[in-house]
């Protein structure tokens, strides 16, 4: 497309959305619940007919020397189009929050006044990779009765173009309009410049990917943007915590998945717990490959009990050979999305708090901890979206924190923070009921 159609294309876009936003919005809660439940089985009649084109996407990505994380993310496995039928059907089953009053509460002057949720509008979501997204990111919309435009990465178009003609398929079926939910079917980069300045058809913009992405859209859009730039997660063991919890915690926390943004990346350990806890995590990253960039004191600990050099007799092949180096400045802002961890020793509850807040991208933190009051202190001071205690880091996930789907995690601190769903792509507004009253 030339820069003309680009423009045209993109303008009968949002008009399309706009249309369909205020059909929407005065959807019956039956309705839209029937369209979700309608495209849960979609995807699971044509689960084989996805991949099929998903494989073509992946074949492309490998031919183009795509990173193995980044192949990992557009793999739409029959486990991935399982976890969308369920979102999907979990959303079905959840309350509809659009039109809820809540705080009424009685004024002196004998006015009633409450707020009321209702839907943003249209938002448009530019993602990147997973393909699974454009499930995610639609049924949320229709569950919230917003309409989106959906700017999927070039990398997983054919996918996107799939999965996005059975959402409109769901639609058509349940009576609901079309163009609820409209996936950009141009690779073209235009389309995003286009999309981010059109603030009179986009109430909201949703970046998810990478870095310079979100950051390009922050500074150009010329409407809000819920954003969250990386996922630079950590661990925290503390001194007391219980070991054998800790090691499992840890290494779930960093192998269970290492591409997704909850994953986690950096590992603090207290003093007091570090001779123990460090060679017993130690062997399971080493076991699994994963490089250790380790702090001085972390790699003195490990290097004296872990073999970090080649084997050779038979007997001590079998024990594990660590991948240890020294940890840089840098290594402590890192999201590696890939098998690598940096590793700090810390006093206690005081420095971890210190250096997340300093280091982290605000996304999840964990503590792995006996201890009542450091537990306390660490939810209350750590500044991130999520912050845990004695779990995983891979919770910070809509889907299991029971929202049935998210459309993104949002690092920033207004209006939506952390996994956002349903009420993340609502607004309120006040309502006030009254008898007749005049201010005097």
Known sequence: MNATNISEYTHTLGLQAKVASALMARAQAATKNVALRTLARLLRDNTEALQIDNAKDIERAIANGL?????????????????????????????????????????????????????????????????????????????????????????????????AKLVQQALLESGLPADAVQLVQTTDREVVGQLIAMPQFVDVIIPRGGKGLIERISRDAKVPVIKHLDGNCHVYVDDPCDLAMAVKVADNAKTNKYSPCNATESLLVARGVAAQFLPLIGKVYADKGVE????????????????????????????????????????????????IISIKLVDGVDEAIAHINQYSSHHTDAILTTHHVHAQRFLREVDSASVMVNASTRFADGFEYGLGAEIGISTDKFHARGPVGIEGLTSLKYVVLGEGEVRS
């Open 67 to 163: 990173s193995a994380p980044m192949v990992d993310r557009l793999k739409l496995t029959p486990k991935v189009l399982e976890t969308c039928a369920q979102g999907c059907e979990q959303l079905a089953a959840m309350a509809d929050v659009i039109g809820e009053v809540i705080g009424m509460k009685q004024q002196p002057s004998g006015i009633r006044v409450g707020q009321m949720r209702v839907p943003i509008g249209v938002f448009g979501m530019i993602f990147e990779s997973r393909p699974n997204v454009t499930i995610e990111a639609a049924s949320l919309s229709i569950k919230s009765g917003n309409a989106c435009i959906l700017r999927g990465g070039s990398e997983a178009i054919e996918s996107n173009k799939a999965l």
């Open 292 to 339: 250790m960039r380790c702090d001085p004191e972390a790699l003195a600990i490990l290097k004296q009990k872990l073999p970090t050099a080649p084997v050779e007799s038979a007997k001590a092949a079998t024990q594990c050979v660590a991948n240890l180096v020294s940890a840089t400045e840098q290594d402590w802002f890192e999201e590696y999305l890939a098998p």
